[in-house]
DNA sequence: TTGTCGGCCGATCGCCGACAA
DNA sequence: TTGTCGGCGATCGGCCGACAA
């Protein structure tokens, strides 16, 4: 995955060390976090935190869900064997040096969607501040002003989606084609859309976020 | 799954030896069918054939595709080494001493799914035998003569049929339950469906047969 | 006897403006 | 500015008899 396209889906909140700084690798954490936890040698587990340099990070999304997350190779400072790690997204190590990198070439933005976003009749409400920044100008002079936008998800695949400014009030309306990218990405309401347009080339993505689900959330719904 | 029943889906032309009796076991044939090559030693894997004899079979039923297979235990002969075979449906081990252990407790009719059964309305063709033979006897004083069927399939999920016999000229069909059945196994025309009646109990079952599909049929619809 | 077709009816999908927060 | 609603037209699923193989 590209990273600057990575880090918009991502968001702010996680910051990615870059390669040969520093941090602190914490195993227990490491461990708490991963569906399937590291196999680590008992002289590295007992250590609460080790200080490590990073020799590699790759940008990666989930097939499935398209989530992002990061795999992050490091190296303990005071040892020579060599460690895989995986790197949730939304967490980081602590940086001890900490560079930040932002060329804003990608400009996104993203938004929670609501129950009539995710469940209703098909549509999508586009706040008027991400059709102007993100979204080619519409024809105004047309009645009613509509294009078909076709947007590239992190893997790379189109989705076409055509946007209208209708009703009374007008507003933004994604309609035909956002029903299907909502079932395929299995998103419902409290998840997030990304939505992203690289300065340069005017190229579109959207990326996806799902909502951080409580087990109160989880009730019904097995398939 | 049931003995009977598994026979029934798989079919008379595949044969499954006892327990304890003696089977010759083809190391080279296993590797060639097998998706996952078995390990064998290099001392088994030279032999042409190995005589053994049957610890123990289990009769399985994939969870996605229905289609049943099952597991055979052997031990050489000769030897005390255990080896654990995954024998495919469809094909066997050559038989040293073959027992026909056949009451026919379970009468079976198997049909080829045509284009209509599979892709038009939703409906499907009922044999005449079929119907007579494995199905309950309709009402025919009533117009149209029609029940509902309750069917188990191999996992002892139970499909709910509209069996009606109606149509100038009349036939027996299936339509309500029918199409939600064919989308969830996935069953396309030239795929077989085993509708089978215990005997004694009276209880209804349903089995699948995936077509043996040539390269040429491979071609497009991937999803 | 049974495979395929066109007709037709009802359910669902999804686009729409109205309205209010 | 934008979230939700009811209306409604188009599409689709699926039940039906006709007809022919």
Redesign the pocket.
Known sequence: VDPTIWKACAGTSVQIPTVDSRVYYFPQGHAEQSSSPPLLSPLVSSQPFILCRILAVRFLANTETDEVFAKIRLVPIDRSRDLHVLQPSGTKPNCVGDEDDDDEEVVSFA?IL????AN????F???????DSIFPPLNYAAE?P?QTLSIRDVHGMVWEF?H?Y????????L??????FV?HKKLI?GDSVVFMRNRRTGELFVGVRRAVRSNADCGGRGD
Chains 1, 2 share one sequence.
């Open positions: 938004k609501t129950p009539s976003d209703n009749g098909g549509g409400s586009v706040p008027r501040f991400c059709a009613p509509v055509r209208i209708r009703g009374t009030p007008r507003r933004h309306l309609t035909t084609g956002w029903s299907k079932n309401a």
